[in-house]
């Protein structure tokens, strides 16, 4: 079968189907508020031009060649020719076949489950790109796919069997097979095939579109040896992508090619491509994790990939169920089937993703960054694997749902979300109060600029890394250091100290009791002369106040606060008093400054213009001041 090129769909053609999107145009406004979006179509049409005309020159080569454009590879993988290597050899890309949801702890979110929440993806949305196009009247789809790229279903084969089976997994109903039910069973699906995948992605992301999935990779076949592990062109476009959209997420499979004839390094060095970005999150798949009591629960899968990259990041980033899984077939309108794979295993952390973000929302009337979404993913992760830390097989262990969103209904509490950007030479500090209870976590997370790719040389250890944040937890003269792989004994376990690889920075302090003190710096020059961070900690008793210097008496209420601040207070000073009040950002967004000495403040400030998050009061007084976080709802 010969693939016919088809134009990518411009904007204004895909804007008639926002009038379906699930989420509002207030939220859709809110997501993309930071975005440069011109600087996103410039790069959308760049993309999309670089494709077909690789496309192009493929498909023209391959009729002289007698290649195959379309085929079912040794694994029972749909393969599509996407463009010629460097060393004139096809490219293809292929998809990665090989109980989701109790073993990522979704069950006990969604409705009905032990947390006693109702996250099922109400009105949000989720995207997939895939082989081929979903079969959007199964009886478990109807209604809730959206295809966005003009390709619709017509016949069911392996291609639609792979995208039909994924989107399963993510949004299927449960209707027909209460077994087959999706972990976002009541979200909306964007739907796309992977011809142009890259500046299809721009467009929708800048429509609002948080979080994707992405099934597929190179086959790794034909691919030149040096792409292995390897910051390529397409792993760059993806952080590019990434980084000018930071409220949009794509979720990556690691790839199934463990034991493959390319498998020269024990498994190891496997990743390729898209799963090199620094931005994305990579999956690797396990087998079904039924009650987890510890890292021995998780056991690897016979085929997914394992990393690390060539310059020793921790990749795969998370682990997922990906052997077994049970989900929709696109053979007819009532037709399931299991499959395994690192596919099988992406569709349940793109969709657990989702599920986080639905409840951050519900929580704060925001949505986070991407950058936050992975910190908190992170953060919230089990330990998995034969050491203690990260590693190049199950990445930072296995994904759990249920622990994230206890952090998000935590926030202010007992745990730390915050949004935060370093300026150049800037030193963040803050204190943090262990609980005594359970081990002191602390993530942070940056969407990196894109890096210099590989000129070719075959494991390259070059860092991609282009703003290097450190971050460090000490207490008296104990420093703990961020975990990273150890390049001296990749096989070994991973080591605690300086990480000058990865754009994630994890330190655990396994028994922490008492009072510690966070400090985020970075080395060298930020590109741009700042650079956005999230900030995710748990293990930690958060006061809505800090006081310094204190006044006689203070009283600020109410908090949280809809429309009016009251602050009253008592001082035995003698100089003016300033209130001043800081996003999270630490701009300045009201102040007042009294005009008289003043020793008795009785007064109030207008909020309703605010829009609801975290802002932070301060008074000042001489050399006198209270700071206190306030939340505008």
Do not use: C
């Not at 690789?54 to 020719?81: C, F, V």
């Not at 890259?198 to 467009?203: L, P, T």
């Not at 498994?267 to 396990?286: H, T």
């Not at 990480?499 to 970075?522: C, F, K, M, Q, R």
Request: no cysteine.
């Amino acid at each position: 079968m010969e693939i016919k090129l088809r134009k990518a769909l411009p904007i204004f053609l895909l804007g008639f189907s926002i009038v379906t999107f699930a989420q509002t145009a207030e939220q859709r406004k809110q997501i993309v508020k930071e975005y440069d979006l011109e600087k996103l179509k410039s790069l959308e049409n760049k993309l999309s031009k670089k494709y077909f005309s690789r496309k192009s020159i493929a498909l023209t080569e391959a009729k002289t060649k007698n290649w195959a454009t379309t085929t079912i590879n040794k694994q029972g993988n749909y393969t599509e020719l996407v463009a010629i290597s460097e060393e004139g050899k096809p490219l293809y890309y292929t998809t990665h076949n090989a109980g989701s949801a109790t073993t990522a702890r979704v069950n006990r979110i969604n409705e009905g489950g032990s947390a006693g929440l109702k996250l099922d993806g109400q009105n949000m949305v989720v995207g997939i790109w895939d082989g081929g196009p979903v079969r959007t009247t199964h009886q478990a789809l109807t209604g809730r796919v959206i295809v966005k790229d003009g390709v619709n279903f017509s016949t069911s084969n392996e291609s639609t069997e792979h995208g039909t089976h994924v989107s399963g997994t993510m949004v299927g109903s449960g209707v027909g097979s209460a077994q087959a039910k999706g972990l976002a069973s009541k979200a909306t699906l964007w739907a796309n095939t992977f011809a142009n995948d890259e500046a299809e992605v721009i467009v929708q992301a800048s429509e609002g579109l948080l979080v994707s999935n992405h099934s597929y990779g190179l086959e790794i076949a034909g691919v030149p040896t040096y792409y292995m592990g390897a910051y390529i062109d397409e792993s760059k476009e993806w952080d590019d992508i990434m980084y000018n959209a930071p409220y949009f997420q794509a979720v990556i499979s690691a790839g199934n090619d463990r034991g493959s004839t390319q498998d020269k390094k024990g498994g190891r060095d496997l990743l390729i491509g898209n799963k090199n970005s620094k931005n994305a999150v990579v999956v690797a798949a396990v087998n079904q994790v039924t009650n987890y009591v510890g890292p021995e629960s998780v056991v690897m899968s016979s085929f997914s990939s394992w990393g690390p990259t060539d310059d020793f990041r921790i990749k795969p980033d998370i682990s997922a169920k990906g052997v077994g899984v049970y989900s929709l077939s696109s053979a007819s309108d009532t037709s399931y089937k299991s499959q395994q794979g690192t596919s099988m295993a992406a569709p349940a952390v793109s969709s657990s993703l989702l599920l986080m973000q639905q409840h951050y929302y519900e929580k704060q009337s925001a949505f986070m960054k991407a950058a936050t979404l992975r910190a908190l993913m992170i953060n919230s992760a089990d330990e998995a694997g034969d050491d203690p830390g990260p590693d190049y097989k199950f990445g930072w262990g296995l994904i759990n749902a249920e622990k994230a969103v206890q952090t998000i209904s935590g926030k202010g509490v007992s745990s730390v979300m915050d949004e935060l950007t370093l300026n150049q030479d800037q030193v963040y500090t803050r204190t943090l109060n262990a609980t005594g209870t359970k081990p002191l976590n602390v993530t942070v997370v940056w969407n990196d600029p894109s890096g210099k790719i590989s000129t070719g040389t075959i494991d390259d250890a070059t860092p991609v890394l282009v703003n290097d944040i450190d971050v460090r937890i000490t207490k008296g003269t104990e420093i703990s250091y961020p975990w990273v792989l150890n390049p001296s004994f990749i096989q070994g376990p991973a080591i605690q100290e300086d990480n000058a690889v990865d754009n994630v920075e994890y330190v655990s302090v396994p028994e922490a009791s008492g009072v510690y003190t966070l400090t985020i710096s970075h080395k060298g020059n930020l590109v741009g002369g700042s650079q956005d961070f999230s900030l995710v900690i748990d293990g930690v008793t958060e006061p809505l106040s800090v006081v310094q210097n204190e006044f006689k008496s203070i009283a600020v209420y109410p908090n949280p606060v809809e429309n009016s601040l009251n602050i009253q207070l008592t001082s035995d000073g003698d100089s003016k008093i300033d209130l001043s009040i800081y996003d999270m950002r630490g701009r300045v967004v009201k102040k007042h400054e009294f005009k008289d000495n003043s020793y008795i403040l009785d007064t109030s400030l207008d909020l309703a213009s605010f829009a609801s998050g975290i802002y932070f009061l301060k008074i000042s007084q001489g050399a006198k001041y209270y700071t206190q976080k306030i939340n505008v709802k």
